[in-house]
């Protein structure tokens, strides 16, 4: 089959960006183009064509048309969706408005076996190099330049060739099947960070309460989310201190209290390192905004 592809719709999600709260599942649907998603942070779960797999980073999932997939979210990523062989005669399929993740008959089009030789999912050694190739695309989406197309279609190209390359040469990566044993664990203490990110924790603490060692339960956390435990819970505080910022008229001094940072002079260094402004500045510039809109 000759590779001229078109790349139809696309997504990307972050943490801060998630349409629901983890744990939360997603509508069932019915896939309606091809699709390669790069999971790159969080944890949940994908079911597809009746198989549950659970995401992590570095997971890419390839889909074919007309199968049923299910998400349950937290885990977040870049998703492309795209006909691998351009045709007029799809053309209206190609410029629908509907967004992919929408089933809808009308607009989907035939799975001619692009698919067959793939797996569902795997876990792929590439991630950064990956992750800058799906980005690329997803930028250029969104400008929604007619001659951007070109420039997609060899940057899927060059995605499919990695793809090609990892699966032939069998260098793909296993699924750490320890990990897989513990995720549940683990999902059930990024739950219990999530609803008390005002307290102080150790590591000490949260291995405990898994009732795994403090290195295995390090190395188990990263490996399912994708940052370790106090990369986290600090990104997770800083999110919840710019929600905070923009959404309550709270002073900082009690944000910094309620996120659970004990040293203001750190919470400012960090919050500036994530948001490229000082909290004060922050809010003051997104009431400004407002204003003017």
Not at 47 to 68: D, Q
Not at 179 to 189: E, F, K, V
Request: negative net charge.
């Amino acid at each position: 089959m000759d590779f001229n592809p078109v790349v139809v719709d696309v997504t990307n999600t972050k943490s801060e960006t998630l349409f629901l709260p983890p744990g939360k599942p997603y509508p069932k649907r019915i896939t309606r183009f091809y699709e390669v998603e790069l999971i790159t942070g969080g944890a949940g779960s994908m079911t597809t064509a009746g198989k549950k797999y659970c995401t992590m980073r570095g997971n890419i999932f390839l889909r074919k048309p007309g199968v049923e997939t299910q998400g349950i979210a937290g885990y977040f990523g870049y998703g492309i969706a795209f006909d691998p062989v351009k045709s007029q005669e799809r053309e209206t399929c190609y410029n629908t408005t509907i967004p992919y993740w929408v089933t809808d008959s009308n607009t989907q089009i035939e799975d001619y076996g692009f698919f067959d030789d793939y797996p569902d999912y795997y876990l792929t050694r590439q991630i950064d190099e990956f992750e800058e190739l799906f980005a690329r695309v997803v930028e250029l989406a969104h400008e929604s330049k007619t001659e951007n197309q070109e420039t997609m279609k060899e940057l899927l190209k060059e995605i499919f060739k990695r793809i090609d390359s990892e699966i032939q040469s069998g260098g793909i990566l296993k699924v750490n099947k320890s990990a897989l044993r513990h995720y549940d664990l683990i999902l059930s203490c990024k739950t219990y960070i999530d609803n008390n990110l005002e307290k102080h924790f150790t590591l000490d603490d949260l291995a405990a309460q898994c009732g795994l060692s403090k290195n295995f339960f390090s190395k188990t956390f990263k490996e399912i989310m994708g940052m370790t435990p106090f990369e986290y819970i600090i990104e997770n505080r800083m999110l919840l201190a710019r929600k905070l910022i923009l959404t309550t008229n709270i002073s900082i001094d009690q944000i910094v209290n309620l996120c659970g940072f004990d040293d203001r002079t750190y919470f400012y260094r960090m919050f500036k390192k994530r948001f490229h402004e000082a909290p004060s500045v922050y809010r003051k510039n997104f009431i400004e905004y407002t204003i003017s809109e």
